[in-house]
């Protein structure tokens, strides 16, 4: 598949960056590692005609204590000292995010941005074409869910679980000011925009809490291949060890791949392992939209997120 022709602009500041945004209009979009936006325009599946790389803009590659910049990419993520031990969800989630390749190149804020997937919307234009058109391309109806006004695409990206769980932040700049918000309200839960991003803001920073010296956090993904794949279901938990606030402490749980954004529960610190799968139960609501079965997705992240409260437990009796 080819890609249409696309005016590339390189800016090297974010305040170029933002500027050409801003002039460009709403046809323009930023573009970082490009593993999801570039196969997305070849497919047809996005559109733009001007592209704004945040490649050449050394502030978003830094990481500076707990605060990670947009751009840096999953693979220099993982070279990070202590980030294995002091946030587990995380160097597990984004170590499973495809393949070498894809981690080589692609970013944090790519990872957290990416569109979501739908086996009706997500194919070659011409796939698309050869029967009646989604809601997200355009059409009357969710096919996934016929009759449906709401478009039902599943959200898939693995560290916003991890993020979610750990009670990380992010930073969105636009021209003229910034804001800072809650990782979960960066999402909407629509399907067809998932993003609460307004056109021409970039999430230039993740701002990750203090970590606690007794913080135990892990992710489990299940996927259709080991060596490369999107989580069909993924589940991060923390264990957030009692304070003053929440004296038994809390079990915060991130949930994605099971519906148009990523989820968070929260859990008293003393679930037992059935009460965690049976709150999974209730707030996992997949459809049979992204291959394997909307029912074993389901199963497969109650299970997980049982094993894994077991196992952190367990690591912590020890
Ligand atoms: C074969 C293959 C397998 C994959 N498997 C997985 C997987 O298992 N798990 C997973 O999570 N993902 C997977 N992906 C999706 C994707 O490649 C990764 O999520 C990657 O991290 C995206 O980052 P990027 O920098 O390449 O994003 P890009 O493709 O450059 O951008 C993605 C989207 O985010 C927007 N964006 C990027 N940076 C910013 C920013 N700073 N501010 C605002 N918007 C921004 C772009 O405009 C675009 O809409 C896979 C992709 C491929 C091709």
Known sequence: MKLPTINLHQPTTLAEALNLSNTLGPGSRFLAGGTDLLARLKRGAAKAAELISLVHIPELRQIRGLTIGGGVNLYSLLEVTDLHRQFRALSQ???????????????????????????FFDCSDGLARARPLCLKRGGEECLAVPGSKKCFAAYQGDTAAALLALGAEVKIEHLGGSRRLALADLFSGYGDRPLSLAPGEVLTQIILPQPQSEIRSGYRKYRLRGGIDFPLAGVALNLVPPCSETPQGEVRVGLTGLSSRPQLLNLGGKASPDELAEAVHRAARPVDNVGGQARH???????????????LRNEAAD
């Open 93 to 119: 989630a984004a170590a499973v995010v495809a393949g070498p390749q894809v981690r080589n190149q692609g970013t944090l804020a790519g990872n957290l941005c990416q569109d979501t997937r739908c086996l």
């Open 297 to 311: 997705r389901r199963y497969m992240a109650c299970q997980m997120a049982r094993d894994l409260l077991e196992e």
